[in-house]
């Protein structure tokens, strides 16, 4: 699984999310590097390199042998961007790849990035005629997720869904009620947090699918990473929507 680590919302380079990720993987007891590979190393030089994963770290994470698996997948769900990173699971070692994924980064425009800005867009009817917010995998959109809903967010703030996250955690509301973008005026359609979580969960999906035609995504080894301030109900909630956007009923939420 890859974490994306940010700062005032920039991504960084993808080695050092490679390094950064391996560092959270393998930070737990359970599952340090040094049980793969004998390594003892955690200096930042390390996490340079490419970063090699074990050929059976699906059995290190408790999941089933799933033998037309073809992948194991590493999505983090951030608050400010998500990324999906996958490796073959019948090589030893593999080398990480990170997923590009297609989004708009402008209306009627698609251009593939290597992480994905957690922000919904709920466009109003006129900005989605002529198929202006289809992607490659989908038609007649109504609503933006990614860059051009990031940009959106600055220009129309209440049709923009942000810190979708954070709202999982947040108690005192109904998670599952259509409350956000929270004070939006009553015109503007409203959705859950756990239906922004599986939106930005969908479109991964259909990154990967549109990539990856002959490997289903719920026919992989996939891990979903969260925080681990989470509480039972922030995660149920997360699973929720997950299985909803098309992962398997056995990934694994680390």
């Given at each position: 699984a890859v974490a994306l680590h940010t700062r005032a919302g920039k991504p960084r380079n993808?080695?050092?999310?490679?390094?950064?990720?391996?560092?959270r993987l393998f930070g737990s007891s359970h599952l340090r590097k040094s049980s793969f590979d004998g390594s003892?190393?955690?200096?930042?030089?390390k996490f340079e390199e490419p970063y090699r994963m074990p050929g059976y770290l699906p059995a290190a994470l408790g999941m089933k042998r799933n033998m037309d698996a073809t992948y194991i997948i590493g999505i983090d769900l951030g608050t400010t961007n998500c990324v999906l990173a996958y490796a073959p699971v019948s090589e030893e070692s593999?080398?990480?790849?990170?997923?590009d994924i297609p989004q708009l980064v402008a209306a009627g425009t698609v251009e593939a990035r290597p992480s994905l800005p957690s922000f919904l867009y709920l466009a109003p009817a006129h900005?989605?005629?002529g198929g202006a917010l289809d992607l490659p995998w989908a038609t007649g959109q109504t609503f933006a997720v990614g860059e051009y809903a990031r940009r959106q967010g600055a220009e129309v703030p209440d049709r923009t869904v942000v810190a979708a996250k954070s709202w999982l955690c947040h108690s005192r509301v109904d998670r599952r009620r259509p409350i956000l973008p929270w004070g939006a005026p009553d015109e503007v359609p409203k959705v859950s947090p756990v239906t922004a979580t599986q939106r930005y969960l969908e479109h991964l999906v259909g990154a990967w699918h549109h990539a990856n035609p002959d490997a289903p995504l719920a026919e992989q080894h996939v891990v979903l990473t969260v925080p681990a301030s989470f509480d039972a109900a922030a995660r149920e909630l997360t699973r929720e929507a997950a299985l909803a956007a098309g992962l398997p009923e056995d990934f694994v939420l680390l």
């Amino acid at each position: 699984a890859v974490a994306l680590h940010t700062r005032a919302g920039k991504p960084r380079n993808a080695r050092c999310r490679v390094g950064r990720a391996r560092n959270r993987l393998f930070g737990s007891s359970h599952l340090r590097k040094s049980s793969f590979d004998g390594s003892h190393s955690t200096g930042a030089s390390k996490f340079e390199e490419p970063y090699r994963m074990p050929g059976y770290l699906p059995a290190a994470l408790g999941m089933k042998r799933n033998m037309d698996a073809t992948y194991i997948i590493g999505i983090d769900l951030g608050t400010t961007n998500c990324v999906l990173a996958y490796a073959p699971v019948s090589e030893e070692s593999a080398e990480i790849q990170l997923l590009d994924i297609p989004q708009l980064v402008a209306a009627g425009t698609v251009e593939a990035r290597p992480s994905l800005p957690s922000f919904l867009y709920l466009a109003p009817a006129h900005e989605t005629a002529g198929g202006a917010l289809d992607l490659p995998w989908a038609t007649g959109q109504t609503f933006a997720v990614g860059e051009y809903a990031r940009r959106q967010g600055a220009e129309v703030p209440d049709r923009t869904v942000v810190a979708a996250k954070s709202w999982l955690c947040h108690s005192r509301v109904d998670r599952r009620r259509p409350i956000l973008p929270w004070g939006a005026p009553d015109e503007v359609p409203k959705v859950s947090p756990v239906t922004a979580t599986q939106r930005y969960l969908e479109h991964l999906v259909g990154a990967w699918h549109h990539a990856n035609p002959d490997a289903p995504l719920a026919e992989q080894h996939v891990v979903l990473t969260v925080p681990a301030s989470f509480d039972a109900a922030a995660r149920e909630l997360t699973r929720e929507a997950a299985l909803a956007a098309g992962l398997p009923e056995d990934f694994v939420l680390l």
